[in-house]
């Protein structure tokens, strides 16, 4: 709808008030991107944000056999993080817990028992097959979906048709090579993943929050800090 040279609403990428112009390279741009323009767009847009929280889940998936956890993460700077795992019962439910509040890297993996004086990539290397978002954020090596999309020829690096996931308009990329099959689903809204399968898993995002400020005690885990608070009352 145009309205004195102005159009209100640019098609799927929702902006408001761009002149007629505008909105057409808008569409241009989104309809010629190609897998790898959007893949680079998607490791800036995490670069550019100072925090990351989410809520999802990942189906996992061998032979017959199908069972779904789930997950929530929270990241901040200075390899600030917390990220809690339920597992299904799968014989048996548990919830495992990582987090740094900037002080040290901890985790508890079902157990009252804490363990401490952990690293980034050690202690995050337990949630890669629950969450590949750790491994974005933090630019490691261990679970990051854009190492599948690196191995393999070009032509076996594909877009397809755009699909929704949730509320969300999605891009796809897929890598095709038999070796090393990945697909993403990437939010055209703001470059950031909603769903990614590989590796006999598809993990799902959603409840998406950046730039927020958050305290020390934001990362920590409740039971943690209750244990803080009636230590310090």
């Known amino acids: 709808m145009f309205i004195a040279g102005l159009i209100v609403l640019a098609g799927p990428e929702n902006v408001v008030g761009l002149r007629a112009q505008d909105a057409i390279k808008i569409y241009d741009n989104a309809r010629n991107l190609s897998a790898s323009d959007i893949l680079d767009r998607v490791r800036l847009a995490y670069a550019s944000i100072s925090s990351y929280r989410d809520t999802g889940w990942t189906v996992h998936q061998y032979q017959e056999d199908a069972w779904t956890n789930t997950f929530s993460e929270l990241f901040g700077p200075r390899n600030c993080y917390r990220v809690e795992v339920i597992t299904a019962p799968h014989p048996f439910s548990r919830t495992n817990r990582f987090w740094c509040d900037g002080l040290e890297h901890c985790n508890q993996m079902g157990e009252p028992t804490i363990f401490h004086d952990m690293d980034l990539a050690g202690n995050l290397i337990s949630v890669a097959a629950e969450t590949s978002i750790p491994a974005v954020y933090f ?46 689903w990437i939010s055209r809204r703001d470059f950031l993943i909603r769903r990614c399968k590989a590796n ?18 934001d990362y920590l885990p409740l039971s943690v800090n209750q244990k803080i608070q009636k230590l310090t009352k």
Do not use: M
């Open 200 to 217: 006999g898993r598809t993990e799902t995002h959603e409840n998406i929050s950046t730039n927020e400020q958050f305290h020390t005690a």
């Open 139 to 184: 630019l490691l090596q261990w679970g990051n979906p854009f190492t599948s999309f690196k191995l393999g020829p070009d032509a076996e690096l594909l877009r397809k048709s755009d699909e929704i996931v949730g509320e969300e308009s999605c891009y796809v990329v897929a890598r095709t090579t038999p070796a090393h099959p990945a697909t993403l």
